[in-house]
Structures are given as structure tokens and as C-alpha cells.
């Protein structure tokens, strides 16, 4: 694995978008407060259309948006523009409106964009999805929220260059809370997301089909995986997902922590995550692939994380790593996880270390180096499971005893200074060896 090639790479990538860090600057920026044109910011009244007058007026000279104040500004959907400066300052907060009837494109989200190059969204202040009201009811055997028929995205951004999110407090989100399609060389910087752990399918930052992208210093609670790559179905025309990096976060979910998949249409390459924290999650660790792209040039490193189940209705089930190829359908041309490297992680969890192809699927070229997992059990919910979804091929949620690393169908996989411990409360229940199934060159050092 050619890694002075990939972390040239990187640094080359890292330079691009550090030009981003530094966007105008207020002083050099025309103001545009959206209470000059009509918003009222008292939490009752819609101002949409007052903040979208800001937004088209902003637009004509490449000035910045300020909602101000400690106000509450009511909205639904607005569409941002190029050059602009989007900028909620502290003690504002923009409040996202509940009725359905105010969202003509379900799909937009509330901040939405089209080739909007060189936009930015800052600020101090914060973005409420609300999610309370988007959700029907609590299901107490699940242990989470059922959502309504409709609920928002907060952030969708397609095909944008010179992309710069920073400070900004999202929270409540009831839907997928930043989703860019598309974009290319975008920095996101100092985001908190402050989501419900219990609410399904409001994950943290899905970069999807991107290019040149830096996520850092972000904290983000969510109920779904809190930073994943994609590459979707229906978004191919922009490519692959590569040139990512991510780093110095701290992460609490209930689904995965860093992620790519599972959404792989095309390839997902070139990738860093490295000083991250997971407090929290139902994988540490996750490579899920189930269509035809290849996932590969990928590095974990500096990573500390946690893993535990959770009930019954979410996905994961304690995977301390979890690199898994499995075709999502009988018909899948299934790609391959390939030139993969987890170096200096440490972890506790509840469950194996997955290297895994599936179904026909294979991986190969898997480099663990200084990994150190405590295999320990602290939940009620129920263990000994592999969860491979989602896949109709094959088991989905698959009994299977726990061990230390699980690895089957994959190629010259290297385990170098890899041990696995087994807490005192866990002895009995699972076991801390290497076990392997239609495996080449398994080298242990």
C-alpha cells in the first residue's frame, strides 16, 4: 500500500482547503440584516420570505446575511446563493418551521443550494430542526422516536465549490442534518450538532459523491452515523467520493461513529479520519459496501472509540471494527474494500472486529497496527449477532459467537501489534483469538 504516495496526497489536499479557512472578512463584506427586510425574529411569525429578500439582495454584491439579535427566526425553505456570507450570530436562532405545507420539495431541506461556489454559513448562533414535532410517537420497545410521514433535512448543498460551514450550533434535527452532494473543496470547522440520541435517521455530516473535503474540530451528538461517506444512487454525474479528510472530532450516536457506506454506487477513495473521539456509537469503526463501487486508499488513525448494542431497532450491534462487503441484493454487482490501514485505535466494546466479505463479496489488503480492543459486556440487550444489513442476500442478522477478530473471504490481511483483552464480566461470553475462514497470506506480528 503505496502510504507516502496517499499522505502526499493528503497534504496536498490539506493546502487546497486551508485557502478556504479564511473567507472575507465582515468588515469587507456589505451587510444585509434580514430585520431591515421585513424579519420579525419573534418566533411566531414566518420569515421566510423576509430572510430569502436578504438572501437575493446579499447575492448581488457577494454580501452577508445576519440574522441578529436574540431573536427566533421562524422559517421554511431558503434557497442560499453563491459569494454570500449566510451568518447567524450568537444568541440568534433560526427555528425551523413544522408545517408541511411551507416545504414545496420535501427533498430541498431547509438551507438548500444548487452550484452555489463560494458560499459560506457562520456564525455563533443556532439552527433548530425541532424534531419533537416531527415525530409521531415513542415506541418504549425500540427505544426511539417514529417520525411523522414528512420531516426536513436542515442542510442539503448540491454542487457547490468553495464551500465554508463554521461555528454554527445545529440542533433537533429530525432528518439528516448536513447533506452535500456533490460539492468540492469545502471546509467544515468547529460545527456542533446537538441532536436526540433516540431519533432515528438524523445523521451528523454526509458528504455524498464530494471531493476535497475537510471536516475538524466538530462535536456532534446524533441518533444515526455521525460522519459518513456516501456515494448514491441517482448522483453519479459528480463522481466519486475522495480527497476526504477528518479529523479532531468528538462523537456520541447510536449507530456509527465514522463511517463510509452504505451508500457506494461509485468508488470512495483517498480518505483520512484520524484524532477522533467516539464516546458513544453501535460500531466504532465502519466500512459497510453493498454496491458496485470500491471503497480503498483508506486510513483510521489516533482513533479512540466506544461500542455498544443497542435495541433492537438499530443497526450495529457492538462491532468494535466492522469492514463488511455483503451485495445489498441478489442482482448486486458487488465492488471491493481494498488497501484499508487502522493504526494506533484503541477501543472497548461489546463486540468483534469484522473483516468481512460476504455473500461472493471479498476484501483485501487490511492492515491493523496497533490496535488495542477490550472485548467487555455492560448492556441488557441481547449479543451474539453479526449485523450484515442491509442485504436481502444471505442472513442479515446473523448469530454468530463473539471473538476477538472475525475475518472471512478476504485476502493478505496483516494484524501487526493487534491484542484483544477480554474484561472480567465478559469472561465466559466471548473470547479474545483470531478467527478466519477462506483467508491468503494472514500475517500476525
Given at each position: 500500500m503505496?502510504y507516502?504516495?496517499?499522505?502526499?496526497?493528503?497534504?496536498?489536499?490539506?493546502?487546497l482547503?486551508?485557502?478556504?479557512?479564511?473567507?472575507?472578512?465582515?468588515?469587507?463584506?456589505?451587510t444585509?440584516?434580514?430585520r431591515?427586510?421585513?424579519?420579525?425574529?419573534?418566533?411566531?411569525?414566518?420569515?421566510?420570505?423576509?430572510?430569502?429578500?436578504?438572501?437575493?439582495?446579499?447575492?448581488?454584491?457577494?454580501?452577508?446575511?445576519?440574522?441578529?439579535?436574540?431573536?427566533r427566526?421562524?422559517?421554511?425553505p431558503?434557497?442560499l446563493?453563491?459569494?454570500?456570507?449566510?451568518?447567524?450570530?450568537?444568541?440568534?436562532?433560526l427555528?425551523?418551521?413544522?408545517?408541511?405545507?411551507?416545504?414545496?420539495?420535501?427533498?430541498?431541506g431547509?438551507?438548500?443550494?444548487?452550484?452555489?461556489?463560494?458560499?459560506t454559513?457562520?456564525?455563533?448562533?443556532?439552527?433548530?430542526g425541532?424534531?419533537?414535532?416531527?415525530?409521531?410517537?415513542?415506541?418504549?420497545?425500540?427505544?426511539?422516536w417514529i417520525?411523522?410521514?414528512?420531516?426536513?433535512?436542515?442542510?442539503?448543498l448540491?454542487?457547490?465549490?468553495?464551500?465554508?460551514?463554521?461555528?454554527?450550533?445545529?440542533?433537533?434535527?429530525?432528518?439528516?442534518?448536513?447533506?452535500?452532494?456533490?460539492?468540492?473543496?469545502?471546509?467544515?470547522?468547529?460545527?456542533?450538532?446537538?441532536?436526540?440520541?433516540d431519533?432515528?435517521?438524523?445523521?451528523?455530516?454526509?458528504?455524498d459523491?464530494?471531493?476535497?473535503?475537510?471536516i475538524?474540530?466538530?462535536?456532534?451528538?446524533?441518533?444515526?452515523?455521525?460522519?459518513?461517506?456516501?456515494?448514491?444512487a441517482?448522483?453519479?454525474?459528480?463522481g466519486?467520493?475522495r480527497?476526504?479528510?477528518?479529523?479532531?472530532?468528538?462523537?456520541?450516536?447510536?449507530?456509527?461513529?465514522?463511517?463510509?457506506g452504505?451508500e457506494?454506487?461509485?468508488?470512495?477513495?483517498?480518505?483520512?479520519?484520524?484524532?477522533?473521539?467516539?464516546?458513544?456509537?453501535?460500531?466504532?469503526?465502519?466500512?459497510?459496501?453493498?454496491?458496485?463501487?470500491?471503497v480503498?486508499n483508506?486510513?483510521?488513525?489516533q482513533?479512540?472509540?466506544?461500542?455498544?448494542?443497542f435495541?433492537?431497532?438499530?443497526?450495529?450491534?457492538?462491532?468494535?471494527?466492522?469492514?463488511?462487503a455483503?451485495?445489498?441484493?441478489?442482482s448486486?454487482?458487488i465492488?471491493t474494500?481494498?488497501?484499508?490501514?487502522?493504526?494506533?485505535?484503541?477501543?472497548?466494546?461489546?463486540n468483534?472486529?469484522?473483516?468481512?466479505?460476504?455473500?461472493?463479496?471479498?476484501?483485501?489488503?487490511?492492515?491493523?497496527r496497533?490496535?488495542?480492543?477490550?472485548?467487555?459486556?455492560?448492556?441488557?440487550?441481547?449479543?451474539?449477532?453479526f449485523?450484515?444489513?442491509?442485504?436481502?442476500?444471505?442472513?442479515?442478522?446473523?448469530?454468530?459467537?463473539t471473538?476477538?477478530?472475525?475475518?472471512?473471504?478476504?485476502?493478505?490481511?496483516t494484524?501487526?501489534?493487534?491484542t484483544?483483552?477480554?474484561?472480567?464480566?465478559?469472561?465466559?461470553?466471548?473470547s479474545?483469538?483470531?478467527?478466519?475462514?477462506?483467508?491468503?497470506?494472514l500475517?500476525?506480528?
Amino acid at each position: 500500500m503505496t502510504y507516502a504516495r496517499r499522505d502526499a496526497l493528503r497534504l496536498s489536499t490539506a493546502a487546497l482547503v486551508g485557502t478556504l479557512a479564511a473567507p472575507l472578512s465582515a468588515a469587507s463584506r456589505k451587510t444585509f440584516d434580514a430585520r431591515s427586510f421585513g424579519a420579525k425574529g419573534d418566533g411566531r411569525t414566518l420569515d421566510t420570505a423576509a430572510i430569502q429578500r436578504t438572501i437575493d439582495a446579499a447575492a448581488q454584491v457577494g454580501g452577508r446575511v445576519v440574522l441578529g439579535g436574540s431573536a427566533r427566526y421562524l422559517t421554511g425553505p431558503l434557497t442560499l446563493a453563491g459569494g454570500i456570507d449566510f451568518h447567524i450570530e450568537r444568541h440568534a436562532t433560526l427555528c425551523v418551521s413544522t408545517d408541511p405545507a411551507h416545504y414545496a420539495d420535501p427533498l430541498a431541506g431547509v438551507l438548500g443550494a444548487r452550484g452555489a461556489h463560494g458560499l459560506t454559513l457562520s456564525g455563533a448562533g443556532t439552527i433548530d430542526g425541532r424534531s419533537p414535532a416531527f415525530m409521531e410517537r415513542y415506541d418504549a420497545v425500540g427505544e426511539w422516536w417514529i417520525p411523522k410521514p414528512f420531516r426536513p433535512r436542515l442542510v442539503v448543498l448540491a454542487d457547490c465549490a468553495d464551500l465554508v460551514i463554521r461555528d454554527l450550533t445545529f440542533a433537533r434535527a429530525p432528518h439528516w442534518t448536513v447533506h452535500l452532494v456533490g460539492c468540492r473543496r469545502v471546509l467544515i470547522d468547529r460545527l456542533t450538532i446537538a441532536n436526540q440520541l433516540d431519533v432515528p435517521n438524523c445523521d451528523g455530516i454526509d458528504p455524498d459523491h464530494c471531493q476535497d473535503v475537510e471536516i475538524r474540530n466538530c462535536r456532534i451528538t446524533c441518533g444515526d452515523d455521525a460522519i459518513v461517506i456516501k456515494t448514491t444512487a441517482g448522483y453519479e454525474r459528480y463522481g466519486p467520493s475522495r480527497n476526504i479528510t477528518v479529523r479532531d472530532c468528538v462523537i456520541e450516536t447510536q449507530d456509527s461513529g465514522l463511517k463510509i457506506g452504505t451508500e457506494t454506487v461509485q468508488d470512495i477513495h483517498d480518505i483520512l479520519f484520524e484524532r477522533c473521539e467516539i464516546r458513544r456509537s453501535s460500531r466504532g469503526l465502519c466500512i459497510q459496501l453493498r454496491d458496485a463501487g470500491t471503497v480503498r486508499n483508506i486510513v483510521f488513525r489516533q482513533i479512540r472509540f466506544v461500542a455498544q448494542y443497542f435495541a433492537d431497532p438499530w443497526w450495529g450491534r457492538g462491532e468494535a471494527i466492522s469492514f463488511t462487503a455483503v451485495p445489498r441484493t441478489a442482482s448486486t454487482r458487488i465492488g471491493t474494500i481494498r488497501d484499508v490501514l487502522v493504526e494506533d485505535v484503541t477501543g472497548r466494546a461489546e463486540n468483534s472486529i469484522r473483516i468481512e466479505g460476504l455473500n461472493g463479496a471479498r476484501v483485501s489488503d487490511i492492515r491493523l497496527r496497533k490496535v488495542h480492543v477490550t472485548l467487555d459486556r455492560w448492556t441488557r440487550y441481547r449479543g451474539g449477532l453479526f449485523d450484515n444489513r442491509p442485504t436481502n442476500v444471505g442472513v442479515a442478522l446473523e448469530p454468530h459467537d463473539t471473538v476477538g477478530v472475525n475475518i472471512r473471504h478476504a485476502d493478505r490481511v496483516t494484524l501487526d501489534d493487534v491484542t484483544v483483552a477480554v474484561a472480567p464480566r465478559a469472561r465466559g461470553q466471548v473470547s479474545d483469538e483470531v478467527r478466519s475462514e477462506d483467508t491468503t497470506a494472514l500475517v500476525r506480528r
